[in-house]
């Protein structure tokens, strides 16, 4: 079968750095996105790891082993506009996305 | 520019009606998806565009649920005989670079 593992909730203080765990277990596998999204929002894309390593885009980044079917979402200098749902996906052929449950965050004063 | 649309917004119907759901995605976007949320859970992936045929429609839970994208930009999402189960919200997205989704604000249906 399919599926994505990563932590239901993680709560950190402003400033803080937190890294969100993915595990993933799927028939097809051409990479690993990251989108987050807001209460009541639609998501929105943060990143995307084909190979192995870590890919940065400002304050986030995101790391993928293909080999142990695991990535990460890290996030520096944490503000409270970070608190939202964090989702790992799974693009499968034809593009298609598997999402994981969601990782919500909860940045605190 | 302007980003995915989808109407409407939310809709209200009763158990056995028939719904339509409207996507209009980004301009030029070719590939266009419809997921479903459920509260607390990822998108579920329910069918994907290329152009106007369905790529992939391995996601559709049963017969009641059919899609259309007739000129390769609008796409609709149809909903015969609506059961309970078929609350969630309806997210569509569209991509022209395969990793990268666009989605729209979603459409809450709620079945009576």
């Known amino acids: 079968g399919q599926s994505l593992e990563q932590p239901s909730e993680v709560t950190a203080v402003e400033g803080a750095i937190v890294q969100i765990n993915c595990t993933y277990q799927t028939s097809g596998f051409y990479g690993l996105s990251w989108y987050q999204q807001h209460d009541g929002g639609a998501p929105t894309f943060l990143s995307y790891n084909a190979l192995d390593g870590l890919e940065e885009t400002g304050r986030f980044s995101s790391f993928l082993s293909r080999s142990d079917s695991y990535g990460y979402l890290l996030l520096q200098e944490l503000q409270m506009k970070d608190s939202a749902s964090y989702f790992c996906a799974v693009r499968e052929a034809g593009n298609m996305l598997t999402f994981g449950g969601g990782t919500r965050l909860m940045v605190k004063p | 520019g302007a980003g995915v649309s989808q109407t409407p917004s939310n809709k209200v119907t009763e158990k056995g009606k028939y719904v339509e759901l409207r996507c209009d995605p980004i301009s030029g976007h070719t590939a266009l998806y419809w997921y479903r949320q459920s509260l607390g859970q990822g998108p579920e992936f329910l069918i994907y565009?290329?152009?106007?045929?369905?790529?992939?429609d391995s996601g559709l839970p049963n017969d009641r649920f059919f899609a259309v994208r007739p000129e390769g930009s609008v796409s609709t999402l149809k909903i015969q005989r609506t059961e309970r189960g078929d609350s969630a919200v309806y997210l569509c997205?569209?991509?022209?670079?395969?990793?990268?989704?666009?989605f729209g604000p979603g459409t809450r249906l709620t079945v009576l």
């Open positions: 565009f290329q152009g106007t045929g369905a790529a992939d």
């Open positions: 997205a569209s991509s022209l670079k395969g990793h990268e989704q666009f």
